[in-house]
């Protein structure tokens, strides 16, 4: 096998991941070690499509400039976390207008039941009762859309897109036995590495983006000294050992936190530790936050400069998804028996 044949073979098997964030809120420490940070290295073995989603920020209401301000940050953000736009497809998600006329078609083949279904919906209405719009039912037909465009083999996600992931795979086997196949049909995956970071107010509840939990949430963006003010803060427990347990929840999250700032195993962080009061464990973790963070922020204020070039990086993510996505929609319309011409 000569080498450029050997090539083709070797990325043949590569398998594709697409992902997606919501440009809504301020990214969090959470956001960071749960999922961006693995992000960057996963083009190491499969090739991956991370999308901002802009489409779906707008089911609940925004003002035109947050969702434009966002959207810019989130963007330059995943590339000062290291996505490296060469070895990956990094997109604004309406920048390919196929993912809108993709999810018109896909809700012909959705069960309104089927939507129904869907905790997210049936939590958020709960939440705003006076905003349950139509996108906000369909947001799931849509993110079927986004992930199905680029024939996606694995979509990484949060426990709580699972459903959605499952929706997604339903909508695609049911569009293949109709007509033949034509979609990739997906596999959610719940990363084994990422970190479930809770707040550091409340650490039986999840550190939120959007929620109005200033001191509880670290924001990738904080400046040093806010980020110190809030694990100085952080709620610990009684007792004074640390260690990770369930009885400790406050203590546990900073522990998550340590190990994963640092790449160790909780074990390892615990007897880091062994004799540490509680104040100078705080300080440790917001230390080793201040260090991991600053580096991303210093790249996203450089980015952030020039609107002009962060607009090209996107342009040319665009286009590069462009030529996948248009493919799969031209094969959907004409599988349906729109007139193509
Ligand atoms: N709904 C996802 C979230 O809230 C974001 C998203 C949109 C997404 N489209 C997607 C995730 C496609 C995975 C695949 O987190």
């Not at 809700?107 to 209405?125: C, H, I, L, V, W």
């Not at 006076?130 to 037909?141: A, H, Q």
């Not at 949430?217 to 990770?244: G, N, Q, S, Y």
Request: overall charge positive; some cysteine.
């Amino acid at each position: 096998m000569n080498e450029q044949v050997a090539l083709q073979v070797n990325s043949e098997k590569r398998k594709r991941v697409f992902s997606a964030i919501k440009p809504t809120g301020n990214p969090t420490l959470g956001n960071y070690l749960g999922a961006m940070k693995y992000w960057p290295r996963m083009c190491e073995t499969y090739d991956c499509l991370y999308a901002v989603a802009d489409l779906h920020a707008i089911t609940v209401a925004i003002k035109p400039k947050d969702l434009r301000e966002n959207s810019k940050r989130l963007f330059a953000l995943l590339l000062a976390v290291g996505i490296d736009p060469e070895k990956n497809i990094l997109f604004m998600q309406s920048h390919v207008t196929a993912h809108a006329e993709l999810g018109w078609l896909l809700n012909n083949y959705t069960m309104f039941g089927e939507a129904s279904r869907m905790t997210q919906f049936k939590d958020k209405s709960r939440k705003n009762p006076e905003n349950v719009n139509v996108g906000l039912f369909d947001y799931p037909v849509l993110m079927a859309a986004d992930i199905l465009l680029y024939q996606a083999d694995i979509v990484p996600v949060g426990e709580d897109q699972m459903q959605h992931v499952e929706l997604c795979r339903t909508v695609a086997n049911r569009f293949n036995n109709r007509y033949s196949p034509t979609f990739t049909v997906p596999v959610g995956k719940i990363p084994d590495y990422g970190a479930r970071i809770h707040s550091l107010s409340d650490p039986t509840a999840k550190m939120g983006k959007s929620e109005g939990d200033a001191d509880g949430a670290v924001l990738i963006l904080d400046r040093p000294e806010d980020i110190m003010r809030k694990f100085k803060r952080a709620v610990t427990d009684c007792d004074t050992k640390v260690h990770a347990c369930k009885d400790k929840p406050g203590i546990t999250n900073l522990l998550t936190i340590y190990a994963s700032l640092c790449d160790i195993s909780i074990d390892k962080a615990e007897r880091e530790f062994e004799n540490s009061d509680y104040a100078a464990f705080k300080l440790r973790v917001g230390e080793a936050a201040v260090e991991t963070l600053r580096p991303i922020r210093e790249k996203y204020e450089a980015l952030r400069k020039d609107d002009k070039a962060l607009g090209e990086i996107m342009k040319q993510g665009a286009e590069k998804a462009a030529r996948s996505a248009y493919r799969t929609l031209e094969k959907v319309y004409k599988k349906i028996g729109f007139v193509r011409v």
